[in-house]
Structures are given as C-alpha cells and as structure tokens.
C-alpha cells in the first residue's frame, strides 16, 4: 500500500505513523513545518506565552499566600526564544518519529496531476512526481484576514504575528470573541496591556455554555478589560500613533494595536483538487464521511481542511482513523469518531473545558437531564492554590445515571476534564466518578462531588 500523505500537521503525522505501523510504504510531503503550522506556529507559542502570563498572574496572588515583594517583568527575546526552542524541539520529534518507523518526508509544494499522482515542487523550484494507492490532504488553515483589515504586522497584528507581538501592546484591539480571541485577552491582560474586546454578539464564546461565558465575562471586567457586546467590525484604521476600529452600531475603539482572530480558512489552493476530482464546498473545505473519505473513495481529508472541529486532538484522532481505514482495519473492531464526545479546553484564567452535551443544547432538544453543580470555592486544594474561582458542572441521564457531558470553569480545568471525556466516550455512570477513591486535597475532589 502506497500512502502519501499532504501536510505533516497532528493529522498528517499520526496517519503516516501508525499507517507505518502497520506496513504501508509512506511518504508525507510537507512545505512548512512538521507538526503542523496551525499547531507549532499558533496552538504551542500561545499556550507558552499563556504559561508565562500565569506566573505573572500568580506573582500577583503571592502576597495572599505570604510571599511578598515579588516583582517581575517581561523580557521578550526570552519569551521568543524559549517559544522556538520549544517548537523546534516537537519538530525534531516528529521527524524523529517518521523518519524511525520508515516514512519518507519530501519537503515542497504538492499538486495532485491526476487521481493517483501528484507532482512536488522543491525549493529548487523543480518538480518530482509520487504515485500513490490512497492519499491524505491534511494542509491545515491559516488566519483569516477580512477584507475590511489591512495587515502590517507592527499596529495591526494576526495571530501568527502576536507570539509574541514587536512590543507589548500599551492598549490591545482584540476583533473576534471566540476562542482565540478570549485567550488573548486573558493573555495580554496579563502582561499587562490595556485589552477592548469587540463582541459581535451578546456573550463572549457564543458557541460556550452562557453560564461559563458569564462567569468569563464577569473576571474580564473585574480585571479592567473592556467589552464592547453587540458590536461588529467594520474597519480598521492605523497610523503611526495607533489604531481605531470603526463598528457597524456607530460606535469606534481606540488603541495602540488591533489583533484579528476572526477564524481560519482551509490551505486548499494550489493543490489542483479539480485534477484529483476532489470535491470543496463554499468554505474551500473537502467534505468527507465518517471515515474521513471525500467524494473520491481513495482520497481522505482530515485535521482543519476537513471541516470538522479545529482541534489537533481532533485532527490527530482522524489521522489514526484514516490509516485503520487505509489498511482495513475497520473491516475489524473499528470504532468511529465521535466529535459531539471531543473535549476542548480554553487557556483563559480561569481555564474553561468542556465535553459532551451541553445544558443549552439539551433544553433546546426538550431532552430530560440532571445537571449537578459545585463551586471551586468548596474545595480545600482550590482555597490552598489561592484561586477558588470556578465550578464543576456535570449533566447526566436522570434515569440511568449515565454521565452525557460537563463542563469546568477553573484551574487546571483542561486536565479535570479528562475525567469527564471519558466517563462520557465509556458509557459511564456518575456512581462510578462518585466511588473512585480520589487523593485529598486535590481538584480532582470537585469532580466526585458533581458527580454524587
């Protein structure tokens, strides 16, 4: 089996390493960087800078805790180095990987010829052509860049270029209250920026739980971010001075810098899918099954250009499932991917994670549930870590006690969740999280609590 795989990001890598597993003879072609630039180049610096963000945060909380004088500051090379060692170093393990198991990786630019062959055009500016038995197409996405917004990278920055930025913002723009936008806010508040974050609707994270969205909203405002809901960007204006944002409900924000995180679009141009009869919808995504098969039977998308949620995990899952489905083996015990059962975390402060059914969105299908609640503020490790900020909130089948999803409002919140995910993807059932013997103090103690 000849498989050739379009993009070396979580997708990318994870098929090409476990269908090398198996026995197929692989070729990743990638023109970037191993791992993936939407993760390496967006994911990894963010939540590096996030980390350094909390010990600032946490410098602040110290005299709470009996530590005083502390003081910090920033030093941007530092900041910027330390991100390129760490993604350097996930680089060199990914090529590490590949290249142990067998998986041959051509550095360039691919275009599919036809169905079976696609053409690689190197730095030197020549082509080589590989043939292939089935083909991933797993190129990512970048920044989207609305048509009303001029980059220069120095006054008006997209995410890419904020890890970190030319200068710590004295006054942030933040356009986009998703889940990039929200982490920076959190992140540049912390080092001590100014931030106005523009809010196209009513809450922040609108996709999110409302009662999560507000118990975010309520810390930004505490901590002097200002929001400015029901207003969408119409026009970015930037001198030499700073930067104004021209909103469609009148209203305009004034500030030294403007960050756009206004969503991503797929890396589907130039890879002539028309020549493979690959088939894009109106977003320039590849539409696929539940194999990640697109409309030709040999060819898969996964990761970003897929569609499907923009999570690496997400991504790095598809990547195993297509090579199962490649060599077979889902002609065996073969589970398919569940996205509604995919948790996702947000790297505010405090962390928000959830997974599964939401509240919302069981009362919006009539759906019985019980959903059970307990503050951070009720647990000991919480109140020792100084931050009782936050909940744990857990929906399950009033019936058969089966946990249907959660969500978590507060440190370490992205790990907590764990517990949850798989409660949910186990079929478990809350008497189960409720007699694990759990360590005390611990977090992890809220988690049983909801449960019970």
């Known amino acids: 089996m000849r498989f050739v795989v379009l993009g070396g990001g979580p997708a990318g890598v994870q098929a090409a390493s476990y269908a090398a597993r198996l026995g197929a003879?692989?070729?990743?072609?990638?023109?970037?960087?191993?791992?993936?630039?939407?993760?390496?180049?967006?994911?990894?610096?963010s939540k590096a800078m996030i980390a350094t963000g909390g010990l600032v945060s946490l410098s602040v909380r110290a005299a709470k805790m009996g530590v005083n004088d502390v003081k910090v500051s920033l030093d941007l090379d530092e900041i910027r180095a330390r991100i390129a060692g760490i993604t350097q170093h996930l680089e060199r393990s990914n090529a590490e990987l590949l290249r142990s198991q067998?998986?041959?990786?051509?550095?360039?630019?691919a275009r599919f010829l036809d169905p079976h062959r696609i053409a690689v055009r190197g730095r030197d500016g020549h082509d080589v052509e590989i043939e292939g038995d089935a083909f991933l197409i797993s190129t990512g996405s970048r920044p989207r860049v609305p048509?009303?917004?001029?980059?220069?990278?120095?006054?008006?920055?997209?995410?890419?270029?904020?890890?970190?930025?030319?200068?710590?913002?004295?006054?942030?723009?933040?356009?986009?209250?998703?889940?990039?936008?929200?982490?920076?806010?959190?992140?540049?508040?912390?080092?001590?920026?100014q931030v106005s974050l523009i809010v196209?609707?009513?809450?922040?994270l609108p996709q999110k739980d409302p009662e999560v969205a507000a118990a975010l909203e309520a810390d930004f405002l505490d901590s002097g971010v200002?929001?400015?809901?029901?207003?969408?960007?119409?026009?970015?204006?930037?001198?030499?001075?700073?930067?104004v944002v021209d909103c469609d409900d009148g209203r305009s924000v004034a500030g030294s810098h403007c960050l756009l995180a206004v969503g991503s679009i797929p890396n589907y141009e130039g890879l002539n899918l028309e020549m493979a009869g690959v088939e894009v919808d109106d977003g320039g995504f590849i539409p696929v099954d539940h194999h990640c098969v697109s409309n030709v039977k040999h060819i898969y998308a996964a990761g970003d250009i897929s569609g499907k949620l923009p999570l690496a995990s997400v991504a790095t899952m598809q990547g195993r499932k297509v090579a199962e489905h490649v060599m077979g083996l889902d002609s065996r015990e073969h589970r398919h991917l569940d996205y509604d059962k995919a948790a996702s975390a947000i790297f505010t402060e405090p962390e928000?994670?959830?997974?599964?059914?939401?509240?919302?969105?069981?009362?919006?299908?009539?759906?019985?549930?019980?959903?059970?609640?307990?503050?951070?503020?009720?647990?000991?490790?919480?109140?020792?870590?100084?931050?009782?900020?936050?909940?744990?909130?857990?929906?399950?089948?009033?019936?058969?006690?089966?946990?249907?999803?959660?969500s978590i409002v507060g440190e370490r919140a992205a790990e907590l969740i764990s517990?949850?995910?798989?409660?949910?993807?186990?079929?478990?059932?809350?008497?189960d999280i409720v007699e694990s013997l759990l360590v005390h103090p611990a977090l992890a103690e809220a988690l049983a609590e909801a449960a019970d």
């Open 102 to 109: 067998g998986v041959e990786v051509v550095e360039g630019e």
């Open 352 to 406: 928000i994670a959830d997974v599964g059914l939401a509240e919302a969105e069981a009362f919006s299908m009539g759906r019985k549930i019980r959903v059970t609640k307990v503050p951070f503020a009720a647990n000991a490790r919480a109140l020792i870590n100084g931050d009782p900020r936050g909940f744990i909130k857990i929906l399950s089948d009033p019936a058969t006690g089966v946990v249907l999803g959660g």
């Open 147 to 193: 048509d009303w917004a001029t980059v220069d990278g120095k006054r008006v920055l997209t995410t890419r270029q904020a890890y970190p930025p030319p200068e710590i913002p004295e006054h942030l723009v933040v356009i986009g209250s998703g889940v990039t936008g929200v982490e920076f806010v959190h992140m540049f508040r912390t080092f001590g920026s």
């Open 419 to 431: 517990v949850i995910a798989l409660a949910v993807t186990a079929h478990l059932k809350v008497s």
């Open 200 to 204: 196209s609707r009513q809450q922040v």
């Open 226 to 243: 200002r929001l400015y809901k029901g207003a969408r960007a119409k026009a970015v204006r930037a001198d030499e001075e700073g930067v």
């Open 25 to 45: 003879k692989v070729t990743v072609v990638e023109k970037d960087v191993l791992g993936g630039a939407a993760n390496l180049w967006d994911c990894i610096p």
